[in-house]
């Protein structure tokens, strides 16, 4: 497999504290991979790092060969990674569909396009409706995004992290709030949006019988570091990962 990401001996301080400290990671195409780890392990900081948010302090980042590691953001997402958001990042009072079509206008190099104005481009509208179709909201395009249900907002915002159609796409916590049932279906879709948008998604969560039933390939992060990564039956036998989640036993049972 080629790594479409490669990320080598990052570190991220913050003042004193170090947020990441000296990981490396490569994420090949077409592997699904979840990073796991406790609260503060810094999953999120490495989000920010190998998305632009954040520059790192030493290392280098590369994508698909090319060194990324001072590129911006909004070039990152063109070069084709993208990413959403811990925290709910969509626009409550646009429609859903105008929700959509931010990142699909954007992509076509017409970035702040009036609002009201954004509904008359057909081309624009036919793709993102074909989006809210893939994400199963379809009926929902007129509503303002603030008016659906959690559920479908995380929806909306996984719609919103696939627009500019990544070939690597970061999902932090993208069934954070959600029942069991709507977290399995959560990432059900996920990974059917990997197979037929040929998107590499690589995924923070919690829910252990989720990381563990979907992904083909686990990181663990403690502490700013990568204590072990490898497929999930490896994982799941890893002594030192069962120190980490020392007290949360059953998640690994
Ligand atoms: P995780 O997503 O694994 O829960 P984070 O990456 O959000 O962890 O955070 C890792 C550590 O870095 C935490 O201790 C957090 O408080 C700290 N941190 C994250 N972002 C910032 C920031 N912008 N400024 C200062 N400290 C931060
Ligand atoms: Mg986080």
Redesign the pocket.
């Given at each position: 497999m080629t790594d479409l990401l490669r990320i080598e001996d990052a570190t991220k301080r913050?003042g004193d504290?170090v947020?990441i400290n000296g990981v490396s990671l490569a994420l090949p195409a077409g592997r699904l991979t979840a990073i796991i780890?406790p609260?503060?392990?810094?999953?999120?900081?490495?989000i920010n790092l190998a998305t632009g948010a954040f520059v790192p302090d030493r290392g280098e980042m590369y994508f698909k060969g090319d060194e990324i590691t001072h590129l911006p953001v909004h070039q990152r997402v063109r070069k084709g990674l993208s990413r959403s958001f811990?925290v709910m990042n969509i626009f409550a009072h646009l429609s859903v569909l105008q929700n959509i079509l931010v990142p699909v206008l954007a992509m076509r190099g017409r970035a702040g396009f009036p609002f009201h104005e954004m509904t008359r481009e057909t081309e624009a509208v036919t793709e993102a409706r074909r989006i809210l179709r893939e994400i199963r909201l379809p009926d929902a395009e007129n509503l303002p995004a603030g008016t659906l249900s959690h559920g479908d907002q995380r929806l909306l915002e996984l719609g919103i992290a696939i627009a500019p159609a990544p070939e690597l796409c970061f999902l932090d916590e993208p069934s954070s709030g959600l029942t069991p049932v709507e977290r399995t279906m959560v990432m059900e879709l996920i990974r059917r949006l990997s197979t037929e948008r040929r998107t590499t998604f690589v995924i923070?969560e919690h829910d252990m019988d989720v990381v563990f039933a979907l992904a083909d390939w686990i990181v663990v992060?403690n502490r700013g570091q990568v204590l072990i990564e490898g497929p999930p039956a490896e994982i799941r036998e890893n002594h030192a990962v069962r120190e980490v989640y020392l007290g949360e036993e059953e998640l690994l049972a």
């Amino acid at each position: 497999m080629t790594d479409l990401l490669r990320i080598e001996d990052a570190t991220k301080r913050f003042g004193d504290f170090v947020a990441i400290n000296g990981v490396s990671l490569a994420l090949p195409a077409g592997r699904l991979t979840a990073i796991i780890g406790p609260n503060g392990a810094g999953k999120t900081t490495l989000i920010n790092l190998a998305t632009g948010a954040f520059v790192p302090d030493r290392g280098e980042m590369y994508f698909k060969g090319d060194e990324i590691t001072h590129l911006p953001v909004h070039q990152r997402v063109r070069k084709g990674l993208s990413r959403s958001f811990q925290v709910m990042n969509i626009f409550a009072h646009l429609s859903v569909l105008q929700n959509i079509l931010v990142p699909v206008l954007a992509m076509r190099g017409r970035a702040g396009f009036p609002f009201h104005e954004m509904t008359r481009e057909t081309e624009a509208v036919t793709e993102a409706r074909r989006i809210l179709r893939e994400i199963r909201l379809p009926d929902a395009e007129n509503l303002p995004a603030g008016t659906l249900s959690h559920g479908d907002q995380r929806l909306l915002e996984l719609g919103i992290a696939i627009a500019p159609a990544p070939e690597l796409c970061f999902l932090d916590e993208p069934s954070s709030g959600l029942t069991p049932v709507e977290r399995t279906m959560v990432m059900e879709l996920i990974r059917r949006l990997s197979t037929e948008r040929r998107t590499t998604f690589v995924i923070v969560e919690h829910d252990m019988d989720v990381v563990f039933a979907l992904a083909d390939w686990i990181v663990v992060m403690n502490r700013g570091q990568v204590l072990i990564e490898g497929p999930p039956a490896e994982i799941r036998e890893n002594h030192a990962v069962r120190e980490v989640y020392l007290g949360e036993e059953e998640l690994l049972a």
